[in-house]
């Protein structure tokens, strides 16, 4: 490796360590107190406190070290990573039946997504500011207040873009892992018979001792975890390599550090549980660490809503949102987007789970259902990649499925019990968006299906247009058509009610292919039907978005000369109505007609000049 390849991996570490750890960084504010909280019952005693302390580490090795970083990183398309990317690898090489079941994976997978999101600003920023009730216990009625307002600056920031913030995000976090191993050691120093939970037997010990209820306590044990998912769906922006450098060399040592410290000073001070993360820093070092802990929960949560913005992306390039406005906040990253809608509908939802449980150990109960959720679901998928896709024997995809799923689904089932106790916050919202999410892809599909199933053949009715032409008139006529071979209705309708059709005609579909990006080499193919009808396709990944401008440059390169100012654009604007249903496929109905007369509409969408346009009605029942 020369050196600029090494500063290069260097940067990127260091950047990883800035986004791509900010939630499971912040996770030793809450875990250990939660676990030994007096909830399960468990005294601030040896046994429980070695146990938990073992616990955390095996599942930081297993489920981060092993499965994450080195299994299911793995998985990449075209160097990107998450939980749609391994639907989509996944759907590859199977069979009908099993490419549903995928999808559905994927799509369950995603919308715990979106229910966790929620979550983590609120549960991230509160246990920050909490720590004001060990500055100055008189403070505690402003902890809700100050949470609002650092979360409110940081959602009307996110239309600036981040990249001058993000220029702070790395040296903070670092700085943060410095501070959480050097604590660490201080704590572990005072008492370092500690280190002995090192050894797995305290973990099959816990669960001996305490019998049933240390199933349950998984539940709590699942928040040091919390965030892996980030390691997978950030893969894209840093490479495999530096996450995998910054989590080796900086973040596990550090987090292993911090947590057994909190564990020695526990032991010694029983008293400490009220918060011993804070109650581990000096005197001297409390406001500071107060302020640094803000600071680094903002930047989790930064994390979580670029993660969020990304997914939204991509669930709408793959056709299972509807279109919405997505704005490009830097110049040379295409990662960085803000998205106006899911910016404030994510920001009032954070504000109301903060007014509503109004401290960091009541979100404690809503926290793990997705996450554990996901990671059950990563496993399903990744293992079926494996098989498929990298053709790895059964004899070996089996027995890892059969490990993973050992961990999984126990972590996942004592996270049930969180149901009544906020646990039903995430998965309402991820139930509501795993029905929007099916409704606009399943009747999105029955509404094509119906605009298209006139029959016409598109090669015919060429044909004959160029034996009999009606008026001709001068310029360029460029049709939407989102099927190659079907006529646009927006033509058929021109035809019959101008009875005119322009010198040049293009017949233009926007094409989204099976991966985030698509070389320029393959972006434009153009095919001519006729001596005055073209037909255009423009192939996009999901991670791109489609630009007229840079379309009309491509047909240029290839002969087809175009200009934006002496094109029109004809496109069909339908109006849908509800044929006869049963009730449940009519509210269905509904909700897609509430979201199709919200979406973005493809002018806006594709960036075409409005007096360009020329919009041709029609009525479709559905």
Same mark, same amino acid.
């Given at each position: 490796m020369n050196s600029e390849n090494k500063q290069s991996t260097a940067a990127l570490t260091l950047a990883a360590i800035g986004?791509?750890?900010?939630? =499971?960084?912040?996770?030793?504010?809450?875990?250990?107190?939660?676990?030994?909280?007096?909830e399960f019952g468990f005294g601030i005693e040896q046994q429980s406190v070695f146990g938990f302390l073992s616990l955390i580490f095996w599942l930081l090795v297993i489920v981060v070290s092993l499965k994450y970083i080195s299994y299911v990183m793995? #998985?990449?398309?075209?160097?990107?990573?998450?939980?749609? @990317?391994? !639907?989509?690898?996944?759907?590859?090489?199977?069979?009908? @039946?099993?490419?549903?079941?995928?999808?559905?994976?994927?799509?369950?997978?995603?919308?715990?997504?979106?229910?966790?999101?929620?979550? @983590?600003p609120a549960m991230s920023v509160l246990s920050a500011i909490e720590g004001l009730e060990i500055a100055a216990p008189s403070l505690d009625v402003f902890i809700v207040p100050i949470s609002i307002v650092v979360l409110t600056l940081l959602f009307v920031i996110q239309k600036h873009g981040t990249g001058l913030v993000g220029k702070l995000f790395a040296p903070v976090m670092l700085l943060w892992f410095i501070l959480l191993a050097v604590f660490g050691i201080n704590g572990i120093i005072k008492n370092p018979e500690v280190l002995q939970a090192l050894n797995p037997w305290y973990a099959l010990q816990f669960f001996l001792h305490y019998k049933t209820i240390s199933f349950f306590a998984l539940g709590s044990v699942v928040l040091a975890i919390t965030g892996v998912e980030a390691l997978y769906a950030d893969m894209g922006h840093f490479g495999?390599?530096?996450?995998?450098?910054?989590? !080796?060399?900086?973040?596990?040592p550090s987090l292993v550090l911090n947590y057994f410290g909190q564990g020695a000073?526990?032991?010694?001070?029983?008293? &400490?549980?009220?918060?011993?993360?804070?109650?581990? #820093?000096?005197?001297w070092a409390l406001i500071p660490m107060l302020i640094l802990a803000t600071l680094a929960t903002v930047i989790a949560s930064q994390a979580v809503i670029s993660g969020v913005f990304s997914l939204t992306r991509q669930a709408v390039r793959l056709g299972y949102l509807p279109p919405m406005?997505?704005?490009?906040?830097?110049?040379?990253? *295409?990662?960085?987007?803000?998205?106006? +809608?899911?910016?404030?509908?994510?920001?009032?939802?954070?504000?109301? +789970?903060?007014? %509503?449980?109004?401290?960091?150990?009541?979100?404690?109960? #809503?926290?793990?259902? &997705?996450?554990?959720?996901? !990671?059950?679901?990563?496993?399903?998928? %990744?293992?079926?990649? /494996?098989?498929?896709?990298?053709?790895w024997s059964l004899f070996s995809v089996v027995p890892l499925c059969i490990f993973l799923l050992c961990i999984d689904v126990p972590l996942f089932s004592a996270n049930l019990v969180k149901i009544l106790s906020g646990g039903w916050l995430p998965l309402s919202l991820a139930l509501v968006m795993f029905i929007i999410m099916t409704t606009w892809k399943s009747e999105r599909f029955r509404a094509l299906r119906k605009m298209?199933?006139?029959?016409? %053949?598109?090669? /015919? !009715?060429?044909?004959?247009?160029?034996?009999?032409?009606?008026?001709?008139? *001068?310029? @360029?006529? +460029?049709y939407m058509t989102r099927v190659k071979n079907i006529i646009p209705f927006a033509l058929l309708h021109n035809l019959k009610h101008n009875k005119v059709l322009h010198e040049r005609v293009v017949l233009l579909t926007l094409r989204t292919e099976d991966a985030p990006y698509v070389h320029n080499v393959h972006r434009v193919s153009i095919e001519q039907l006729s001596p005055t009808f073209w037909r255009v396709v423009a192939s996009y990944g999901w991670r791109e978005i489609p630009n007229m401008e840079d379309i009309f440059h491509r047909c240029g390169l290839e002969g087809l000369n175009c200009r934006m100012m002496e094109t029109s654009f004809f496109m069909s604007n339908e109006s849908l109505v509800l044929g006869k249903r049963p009730w449940y496929l009519r509210l269905r109905g509904k909700l897609f007609l509430l979201?199709?007369?919200?979406?973005?509409?493809?002018?806006?969408?594709?960036?075409?000049?409005?007096?360009?346009?020329?919009?041709?009605?029609?009525?479709?029942? =559905?």
């Open positions: 986004v791509v750890y900010g939630d =499971i960084g912040t996770s030793p504010l809450y875990t250990l107190r939660e676990c030994l909280s007096g793995r #998985a990449d398309n075209a160097g990107e990573g998450g939980i749609l @990317t391994l !639907m989509s690898l996944a759907g590859r090489n199977t069979h009908a @039946t099993a490419t549903a079941l995928v999808l559905i994976l994927g799509l369950v997978g995603g919308s715990f997504f979106f229910g966790e999101v929620v979550i @983590t495999k390599l530096p996450i995998r450098i910054a989590w !080796m060399l900086v973040v596990l000073l526990l032991l010694k001070h029983p008293e &400490a549980i009220k918060n011993p993360f804070f109650l581990l #820093a000096p005197d406005r997505i704005i490009h906040t830097s110049e040379n990253e *295409s990662g960085q987007i803000y998205i106006p +809608v899911v910016n404030w509908l994510l920001y009032t939802a954070v504000v109301l +789970v903060i007014v %509503s449980f109004k401290h960091s150990s009541n979100l404690a109960a #809503a926290y793990g259902i &997705a996450v554990t959720g996901t !990671m059950v679901l990563t496993t399903l998928l %990744s293992c079926t990649v /494996a098989r498929k896709n990298w053709h298209h199933e006139h029959g016409n %053949s598109l090669e /015919a !009715m060429i044909s004959s247009l160029e034996k009999h032409p009606p008026v001709r008139v *001068s310029g @360029t006529a +460029v979201l199709q007369r919200n979406a973005l509409r493809a002018p806006d969408q594709f960036e075409i000049p409005p007096n360009r346009v020329i919009q041709l009605g029609t009525q479709v029942e =559905i």
